[in-house]
């Protein structure tokens, strides 16, 4: 049994199953923990025990298993390999509200002495008070009335002093089919008067409806009616009945079903391979790395792999980066898979997430979409995974144990089902590309673009240097060829996007006189300015502050404004370009689930003719009216304290430069930098991924790092930043006393050192970073205080 414990990596417990219910392994059970009930998931049975009288499992949470014998063993290899609770791994594959939530609950002792209470506080009063006014009262509503106290010491007071006491219960889960009221006339409707205007007129409304009415319907009409319907259902006149709800599907076709198109030569060299790995026993690596330039058609082998797994009856999983790519894409595999595509990603509803999982579990969607967290779909006859821009960071789950990476993930899961994996980009990671090179998986090449019209070539890209338009008097942000590419498309009435991965209107600012940065007081970190509306914002914490008329250290009023970011451009833009139609792509315009799909269509049809964007807008749209893409800085990212800095800088340009030229029309690249002669930059310019390839990997292999090491980063935060120092050469010493006792060799230590983010809402950050052979393998049996975060594999070390 995995409990929801923040026990030792693996760590299972013994409870003997009651006589009168079975168990399954996958089953989720609450079960008696200490003094609180805690919920659990069955891994196996046994007739033995070790010990005696072992404690009773409390109740199953649902009536039938809800973890695959295939997601046990996932977990399992998820816990090793992570080092995180098995729990933790396994609860990753229960379905959306699932899970029973622990509560604290506070009631009032009866017959409080007085002179105990005259003793207390007046905080101590305000919380008795509250606890005293009600049978029962939640933590979660205590703090909602109390928001600025610390109620912890407040608590522990009042039950010290025996005033209250403390209960800990747990929620029933929320997971389950939704569920609308409807109201009905019993067959004592008719039999005697009704007093009351309100009910006279929910009796008189139910008949006029035939005898029966949705609540919501009824409250449209009559307004609130919970009073009056519990009294009506009190005296037999109605009743309440429970009406399941029909989930809608989330991906829905919207056009007519599209056939497969004609292949390019390079196309049908890979398809070959593939087909025959799907048609029978693999001899060798079930994971392909399909790498093809943007627009060579790898969607068109992703959507042969899927009719294929569906035609020899099995089902295939399709991963996507971003949230936002999820419309496009869900829209393309519809119309090939009509009514049997289904959807998982964090921005559905509850209800949503609820309805797609039980529909892939019951085998009614053929082809499950998703981002990251879709790779944990209950599939039942798995048969293909397809990670489309599988170098993009967002696949790992950095903020959260298990910190897993979904391409690993997808790996361990086709080796348990069969499946194969198709990892696809233009831009593979260099890891990825070096397995393939070296026959850990299959290499696939498409390395020409392809339409419908025949072969397209790859953008022109020009890099130019802003040194030299510095020299010849441009202080623009805008490059005079820059300028004048996108007067032409604009004059023709074709598309733009410009690219620069920052927000706001300008990086920091600044007090001329004495230098003063304005900062963020929880995370040390420059305020972002905003100028429309939201003044000075922290990227971090999402603190808020208004623009000082005066520096607040020297009291002069000569504030700057540095650094430019997408408002800014667009501020720029609308300047340069007064009749263009501009839009923005970032986090800061993009507020709900449904904002990314609202601009994306809008560009695509053509209401704007100048996209401004981050990262968001480099990522696998087919954007045919684009010919221009201008790269605004790009240096930002580059110079990093992070060994793949300069992989994902070339990454990122490559991929933004190809959203350009995708339609007949052709397209072209503008790079502006500071640093022309980079190796990333100029590989980017000229589309070169091997040259790129070579000068990386001979660094990794000089130093060490991934693929020829492997990394594991300890953060440790604290409140204070000299025990965090502390804690963190503490963490080294003991360490190294591991290392030497436990014999372990070529492990290499970097650190302690403070983060590069080194402050975040009020903790400071230090991290330790040890590198080598299996320095996982060093870390499994050390138990870590509270305050350490452990990430095997991390994808960054910022």
């Known amino acids: 049994m995995a409990v929801d414990f923040p026990a030792g990596v693996s760590k299972t417990y013994t409870y003997a199953v009651p006589a009168h219910f079975t168990l399954n392994p996958g089953d989720l059970v609450l079960v008696p923990f200490g003094a609180r009930t805690l919920p659990g998931i069955v891994f196996s049975l046994t007739s033995k025990c070790s010990f005696d009288h072992p404690r009773e499992i409390s109740r199953r949470v649902s009536p039938e298993p809800l973890v695959s014998r295939v997601h046990l063993e996932l977990a399992r290899w998820l816990s090793h390999h992570y080092l995180c609770s098995l729990y933790e791994a396994a609860s990753l594959v229960l379905p959306p509200g699932a899970e029973p939530r622990a509560r604290t609950i506070f009631q009032a002792v009866d017959n409080a002495p007085p002179a105990v209470l005259e003793s207390l506080g007046s905080d101590e009063k305000r919380v008795y008070s509250l606890i005293a006014s009600r049978s029962r009262s939640d933590l979660a509503v205590v703090r909602k009335a109390f928001p600025r106290l610390r109620l912890e010491p407040i608590l522990d007071h009042l039950l010290r002093k025996k005033l209250v006491e403390k209960q800990t219960t747990t929620s029933q889960p929320r997971a389950g089919p939704r569920v609308t009221w409807t109201i009905e006339l019993t067959e004592d409707a008719d039999r005697g008067p009704v007093r009351g205007s309100k009910s006279q007129a929910v009796l008189a409304l139910l008949r006029e409806a035939g005898g029966s009415l949705a609540l919501s319907e009824a409250q449209k009409h009559l307004g609130p009616l919970y009073a009056t319907v519990s009294s009506l259902e009190r005296r037999g006149l109605v009743r309440r009945v429970a009406v399941e709800v029909q989930h809608v599907p989330v991906a829905r076709q919207t056009g007519p079903e599209t056939q497969p198109l004609e292949l390019s030569p390079a196309q049908r060299e890979a398809w070959r391979h593939l087909e025959k790995a799907m048609a029978g026993p693999i001899q060798g690596s079930r994971v392909f790395l399909l790498h093809g330039v943007t627009g060579s058609g790898k969607t068109e082998l992703y959507l042969l792999a899927l009719a294929e797994a569906v035609r020899l009856g099995r089902q295939a999983i399709v991963l996507v980066p971003e949230i936002a790519l999820t419309p496009q894409t869900v829209e393309r595999f519809a119309a090939r898979f009509p009514g049997r595509v289904a959807v998982l990603h964090s921005a559905l509803t509850g209800s949503e997430r609820q309805g797609e999982w039980t529909r892939i579990r019951e085998g009614q969607a053929d082809v499950v979409i998703g981002s990251r967290g879709a790779i944990f779909a209950p599939v039942p006859r798995l048969g293909l995974i397809v990670m489309d821009e599988e170098h993009e960071w967002t696949y790992k789950q950095d903020q959260q144990s298990p910190h897993y990476n979904t391409r690993d993930v997808a790996r361990r899961l086709a080796e348990l089902t069969g499946a194969i994996v198709i990892l696809g980009s233009a831009t593979p990671d260099v890891a990825s590309y070096y397995h393939a090179r070296h026959g850990d998986y299959v290499l696939l090449s498409l390395p020409g ?116 970011g997408t408002q800014k451009v667009a501020e720029e833009t609308a300047a340069l370009f007064p009749g263009a139609r501009i839009m923005r792509w970032d986090s800061d315009v993009t507020g709900d689930h449904h904002s990314h799909e609202a601009i994306l269509n809008r560009f695509a049809s053509h209401q704007a003719d100048i996209l401004i964007g981050t990262q968001m807008i480099a990522k696998g749209l087919h954007l045919p009216l684009v010919t221009l893409v201008g790269v605004v800085n790009a240096d930002l990212g580059l110079h990093l304290p992070d060994f793949r800095a300069t992989e994902r800088t070339f990454q990122i340009l490559t991929q933004v430069a190809g959203r350009a030229g995708r339609g007949p029309s052709g397209g072209r690249v503008i790079i502006q930098t500071y640093t022309p002669h980079n190796y990333a930059l100029v590989a980017a310019s000229n589309h070169d991924y091997h040259s790129f390839y070579e000068q990386e990997i001979g660094y990794r292999r000089s130093l060490g790092n991934p693929p020829f090491g492997q990394l594991v980063r300890l953060v440790y935060s604290h409140t204070n930043s000299q025990a965090c120092e502390r804690e963190t050469l503490r963490m080294l010493t003991l360490l190294k006393h591991e290392m030497e006792i436990r014999g372990h060799r070529g492990i290499h230590t970097i650190g302690p050192a403070p983060c590069y983010f080194s402050r975040v809402r009020g903790r400071y950050r230090w991290h330790l970073i040890l590198r080598g052979k299996s320095p996982r393998d060093l870390m499994a049996p050390v138990v870590l205080p509270q305050g350490w975060t452990l990430d095997v594999d991390p994808i960054s070390l910022l």
């Not at 990086?507 to 001329?512: A, L, M, N, P």
């Not at 914490?541 to 005066?550: A, F, G, I, K, S």
Request: charged share 25%; proline share 6%.
């Open 449 to 564: 673009r392809v339409s419908e019209n025949g072969p397209l070539p790859l953008p022109h890209v020009d890099v130019v240097d802003m040194r030299k338009e510095l020299r010849e008097g441009n202080r623009s942000m805008f490059s005079r060829s820059l300028q004048s590419a996108m007067k032409e498309a604009l004059d023709k009435d074709e598309q733009v996007i410009l690219f620069l991965n920052r927000r706001g209107a300008a990086s920091i600012v600044v007090c001329r006189d004495c230098g003063h940065v304005m900062q963020c007081r929880r995370c040390d970190l420059p305020l972002t300015y905003h100028s429309q509306g939201s003044g000075l914002v922290c990227h971090q914490c999402n603190l808020r502050r208004p623009v000082p008329d005066v520096c607040p250290s020297c009291w002069s009023d000569k504030i700057r404004y540095l650094g430019v």
